[in-house]
C-alpha cells in the first residue's frame, strides 16, 4: 500500500466538536521537507554480480528520503568492498587475479549505506543451444 506525500507548505485543519454541538476550528501551515538522515535509505544496483578474474563490474547507488522518493541532487557515495578485489569512487569494481567470494560491496552516504554481492567466477558461460539460421523459415 503506497502512502501519499507531499513537501513544501501545507495547511493542517483541525475542528473539535463537544456533545452539545458547539464547535472550534483552528488551522496552522507546516513546511514538510525530503528527509535523508532521519528517514532515508540507499539501495546499491545490481544486487548480486558475478565477473570473471581480472575484469570489471559496474555498481550503482541511489539515496531515498523518507517516502522512498529518490534524492535530487544524489549525495556523494564512498565505496567499499569486503572480501576481494577494488571499487573506486564511482562504484566500478574491478576483479582480482583468483575466483572467490562473494564479497560485499558497500555504498555509504552519510548515515546510510547499501550493499550488494559480488563473486569473482573462474565459469566462463557456454552457450548450451546456439542459435543457426537456414535459407528457409522452419530450417
Same mark, same amino acid.
Given at each position: ?7 513544501g ?15 472550534v476550528?483552528?488551522s496552522?501551515d507546516?513546511?514538510v521537507n525530503?528527509d535523508?538522515?532521519?528517514g532515508?535509505?540507499?539501495?546499491v544496483?545490481?544486487a =548480486?554480480?558475478?565477473?570473471? !578474474?581480472?575484469? $570489471?563490474?559496474?555498481? %550503482? *547507488?541511489? &539515496?531515498?528520503?523518507?517516502? +522512498? ?5 544524489q549525495?556523494?557515495f564512498?565505496?567499499?568492498v ?11 569494481? =574491478?576483479?582480482?587475479?583468483? !575466483?572467490?567470494? $562473494?564479497?560485499?560491496? %558497500? *555504498?555509504t &552516504?552519510?548515515v546510510?549505506? +547499501?550493499t ?22 522452419g530450417?
Amino acid at each position: 500500500m503506497s502512502r501519499p506525500y507531499f513537501y513544501g507548505d501545507v495547511s493542517l485543519t483541525a475542528t473539535i466538536t463537544n456533545p452539545t454541538g458547539a464547535s472550534v476550528t483552528t488551522s496552522t501551515d507546516v513546511v514538510v521537507n525530503p528527509d535523508y538522515t532521519g528517514g532515508g535509505s540507499v539501495k546499491v544496483t545490481p544486487a =548480486t554480480l558475478s565477473v570473471l !578474474p581480472a575484469n $570489471p563490474g559496474q555498481f %550503482t *547507488a541511489v &539515496a531515498y528520503d523518507q517516502f +522512498g522518493n529518490s534524492l535530487a541532487p544524489q549525495p556523494a557515495f564512498s565505496w567499499t568492498v569486503t572480501g576481494g578485489g577494488s571499487i573506486n569512487s564511482t562504484g566500478l569494481f =574491478t576483479a582480482g587475479n583468483t !575466483p572467490g567470494g $562473494p564479497y560485499t560491496v %558497500t *555504498a555509504t &552516504a552519510g548515515v546510510h549505506s +547499501g550493499t550488494a554481492q559480488v563473486t569473482v567466477s573462474a565459469d566462463i558461460p557456454s552457450v548450451v543451444n546456439p542459435a543457426h539460421a537456414g535459407a528457409e523459415p522452419g530450417q
